[in-house]
T-cell receptor, first 112, second 111 residues
Framework: SQTIHQWPATLVQPVGSPLSLECTVE??????LYWYRQAAGRGLQLLFY??????ISSEVPQNLSASRPQDRQFILSSKKLLLSDSGFYLC???????????FGPGTRLTVL | GQQLNQSPQSMFIQEGEDVSMNCTSS?????WLWYKQDPGEGPVLLIA?????ELTSNGRLTAQFGITRKDSFLNISASIPSDVGIYFC???????????FGTGTRLTIIP
C-alpha cells in the first residue's frame, strides 16, 4: 500500500530564516505531487504541483519554492521566511493527473 | 477562476442526528471529492464521485454528484462523536491536475 510522509510535524522559525519541508511517498512510482497551505480555519490553497522529477508548476507568486530531486520526494523551501508564511502545510499525491489526491499528515509552521 | 461555495460553514448537532452539507460551483466539474480533516492532521478522503447523478455510500456517509455537475451533497446519518471535524468538498475538471477546495464545514457534536 502507499503511504505519504511529511517531516517535520511542527516547526517554529524566526522571520528571515530559511525553510525546508520534506514530503516522501512510498509504494508507488512516478506520482503526481502537490504542496498546499492551509491558514487557520480556512480551506486549502494549492502552492505547487509536480508531474515528474524536476518538473514544478507554481500556482501563486510567493516567498516559497519547490523542488523534486527524486521521483518520490517533494521539498518546499524558502530562503527567508515571512510572518505570513505561517500555516499548515500539506503534501498530497495522486497516481495520475486526474486521479484522487491523498494527503500527508501535514507540517505546522509558525514564523515568529 | 472557479469557486466552490460550501455550506453551512459550521454545524452544531446532537449525537444521533443526521447531517447534510453541500457544495456549489460556478462552473462544471467532472469529479467531486469529499474529505474529512481532524485537528492537526491531513484531510482523509471519504467519498469520490465521477459521474453526474451518481449516489455513493461509505458506511453512514452518502454523497451525490449533482445532475448539473455544479453541485454535490454529503449526508451523514446517525452522527457519532468521531464524526467531529472539518469536511471539505473538492472539485476537479477534466484535463486539470488541480483540485478546487471548498471552504469547509466544521461539525461539532453537542453533548
Amino acid at each position: 500500500s502507499q503511504t505519504i510522509h511529511q517531516w517535520p510535524a511542527t516547526l517554529v522559525q524566526p522571520v528571515g530564516s530559511p525553510l525546508s519541508l520534506e514530503c516522501t511517498v512510498e509504494g508507488t512510482s512516478n506520482p503526481n505531487l502537490y504542496w498546499y497551505r492551509q491558514a487557520a480555519g480556512r480551506g486549502l490553497q494549492l502552492l505547487f504541483y509536480s508531474v515528474g522529477i524536476g518538473q514544478i508548476s507554481s500556482e501563486v507568486p510567493q516567498n516559497l519554492s519547490a523542488s523534486r530531486p527524486q521521483d518520490r520526494q517533494f521539498i518546499l523551501s524558502s530562503k527567508k521566511l515571512l510572518l505570513s508564511d505561517s500555516g499548515f502545510y500539506l503534501c498530497a499525491w495522486s497516481r495520475r493527473p486526474l486521479d484522487t489526491q491523498y494527503f500527508g499528515p501535514g507540517t505546522r509552521l509558525t514564523v515568529l | 477562476g472557479q469557486q466552490l461555495n460550501q455550506s453551512p460553514q459550521s454545524m452544531f448537532i446532537q449525537e444521533g442526528e443526521d447531517v447534510s452539507m453541500n457544495c456549489t460551483s460556478s462552473s462544471i466539474f467532472n469529479t467531486w471529492l469529499w474529505y474529512k480533516q481532524d485537528p492537526g492532521e491531513g484531510p482523509v478522503l471519504l467519498i469520490a464521485l465521477y459521474k453526474a447523478g451518481e449516489l455513493t455510500s461509505n458506511g453512514r456517509l452518502t454523497a451525490q454528484f449533482g445532475i448539473t455537475r455544479k453541485d454535490s451533497f454529503l449526508n451523514i446519518s446517525a452522527s457519532i462523536p468521531s464524526d467531529v471535524g472539518i469536511y471539505f468538498c473538492a472539485g476537479q475538471d477534466f484535463g486539470n491536475e488541480k483540485l478546487t477546495f471548498g471552504t469547509g464545514t466544521r461539525l461539532t457534536i453537542i453533548p
